[in-house]
């Protein structure tokens, strides 16, 4: 079975200063990695996906198979990036696609 | 356009009472998902439909619980005889097909359940 851990459940860093979310998952097949980020008092929206190798809001995240890692990264913490963030995996199973959640890390970012 | 809307926001019911939560997909969207997200906790799969057919209820806690989506755009979950342990967000989430890669789902504002 799949499984995301992200062990933080809250990061507190100070602006300018670099972050890394951690998440690690658990999977026997090839693993589609997403990170999602919710506002407050705003809806889950997604934030990037492995297979796109971008970069959203300064944010970056790198697969890693051998270490079964998808760490989000920024070098530079900006205020508003304060947020709870979801690393998320997704597999396909009978033609369609199923999103296993890790349990999330709520960012702060102190001024 | 609109994207997935959620109805009511806010639900507070007594323990026992049966309770209905609607979604409203983006217009013309496949795929459509529940999930359920304790507190402190990520969101959990309960089932998923494609146009009007439920392909997958395995999440679903319990026979108490049931989704319907019967013209393929709305969907209803609905909780029978609420328990305490059912309070939670139910987030609804729907993607253009049926997901292929690179594909996103687009998430509702969910709604919050309180039961007392």
């Known amino acids: 079975a799949q499984r995301v851990t992200q062990p933080e459940k809250l990061l507190s860093v100070f602006k300018g200063a670099p972050v890394e979310l951690k998440c690690n998952y658990s999977y026997s097949g090839s693993p589609e990695l997403f990170w999602y980020v919710q506002y407050s008092r705003q809806r889950l929206q997604l934030l990037l996906r492995?297979?796109s190798r971008e970069s959203i809001k300064g944010f970056t995240a790198d697969l890693n198979k051998g270490e079964t890692s998808f760490h989000l990264k920024k070098p530079f913490a900006q205020e508003e990036d304060s947020a709870m963030y979801y690393c998320a995996l997704r597999r396909y199973s009978g033609g369609y696609q199923k999103v296993t959640f890790g349990t999330g890390t709520k960012l702060q970012v102190i001024p | 356009g609109a994207g997935v809307s959620q109805s009511p926001r806010y639900k507070v019911a007594k323990r026992g009472q049966d309770v209905a939560l609607r979604c409203d997909p983006i217009?013309?969207?496949?795929?459509l998902f529940w999930y359920q997200q304790a507190l402190g906790q990520g969101p959990e799969f309960l089932t998923y439909?494609?146009?009007?057919?439920?392909?997958?209820k395995s999440g679903l806690p319990s026979d108490r619980f049931f989704a319907e989506r019967p013209e393929g755009s709305v969907s209803t979950l609905k909780i029978q005889r609420t328990q305490q342990e059912d309070s939670a967000v139910y987030l609804c989430?729907?993607?253009?097909?049926?997901?292929?890669?690179?594909?996103?789902?687009?998430f509702g504002p969910g709604t919050r359940l309180l039961v007392l």
């Open positions: 989430a729907s993607s253009l097909y049926r997901g292929s890669k690179g594909e996103t789902q687009y």
């Open positions: 217009s013309g969207h496949v795929s």
């Open positions: 439909f494609q146009n009007e057919a439920q392909l997958d």
């Open positions: 492995h297979i």
